[in-house]
């Protein structure tokens, strides 16, 4: 490439530490001009042109101005584009077993998402039992195609690209809803590979604490940005840095700390 690519995206955005994971992997971090977007605040009216009025990130932008949407096209996208060798599977076959796991994501990453934004506490069994058919079903996966392996393969790939930084994301499940895989054999195999991915060198760009505090609100029912009633400040705000605040309190079904106690106002 001759002249750098643009993310748009924001802190801490599952569907953006995508990228950054392939781009490690494939020793190219610096290939791409990461640039970040405050949900807190009305989008740039120059953005908002570029993705003509959609607001939903990640977002590239090519040398050219070509905008492409959708943080797998995204992915696959830049991982064609990469001198070197690909990170998707080069059989196609093996490439065909990837591609099933991985539209496996979408309802996955939903199903997370809805539970931690849930404000029911009658509702919040439906939704541990819903998020753990779907491990049950990564599970099944994973013996059919690597019954003792570690990855879905013989390395970090692809999949491994794609769900990784949910697991992560997860970690706000298990915060505020004291969420976690039971001791039982139907998660044993899924539970190797959602360990082995956390841990993985090129997938460290967020921490446990980051996500707990950023996402704060998304446990309060309010997500990118929105702002919680009684609140004047987003947990996404890019001020007081993250590091700067408390923990959140864990109960979220007992309403909202205010500003100050999360450290949000100076």
């Known amino acids: 490439m001759t002249a750098k690519h643009i993310v748009y995206h924001i802190p801490v955005c599952p569907f953006s530490q995508r990228l950054e994971i392939m781009l490690s992997l494939r020793g190219q971090s610096d290939a791409v001009d990461f640039r970040l977007v405050d949900i807190t605040k009305p989008r740039d009216p120059e953005l908002l042109v570029k993705t003509r009025g959609t607001t939903a990130l990640p977002v590239l932008e090519t040398p050219t101005g070509t905008i492409i949407k959708e943080s797998l096209v995204i992915l696959r996208y830049l991982d064609e584009l990469l001198e070197g060798p690909k990170l998707r599977r080069p059989d196609p076959i093996e ?3 990837e591609s099933m796991l991985i539209a496996h994501e979408g309802p996955f990453t939903t199903a997370g998402y ?47 690209t794609v769900f990784t930084p949910i697991f992560k994301r997860f970690w706000f499940l298990e915060y505020y809803e004291g969420f976690e895989l039971p001791d039982a054999a139907e998660y044993k195999r899924v539970r190797v590979w959602q360990e082995a991915c956390m841990v993985h060198a090129a997938a460290q760009q967020v921490s ?37 605040r408390p923990w959140p309190p864990r109960d979220k079904y007992a309403g909202t700390a205010n500003d100050r106690v999360l450290g949000l106002v100076a």
């Open 208 to 244: 446990k604490e980051e996500v707990v505090k950023l996402y704060y609100d998304y446990a309060l029912g309010a997500g990118n940005g929105a702002l919680v009633r009684g609140r004047s400040a987003s947990s996404f705000a890019f001020a007081p840095h993250w590091r700067e």
């Open 95 to 97: 490439h065909a077993i």
């Open 114 to 160: 809805l539970f931690v934004m849930n404000q029911d506490r009658e509702k919040r069994d439906a939704h541990a039992d819903k998020l753990l058919a779907l491990y049950r079903d990564l599970d099944a996966y994973l013996v059919q195609h690597n019954p003792e392996g570690i990855y879905l393969f013989d390395m970090f790939g692809l999949a491994e």
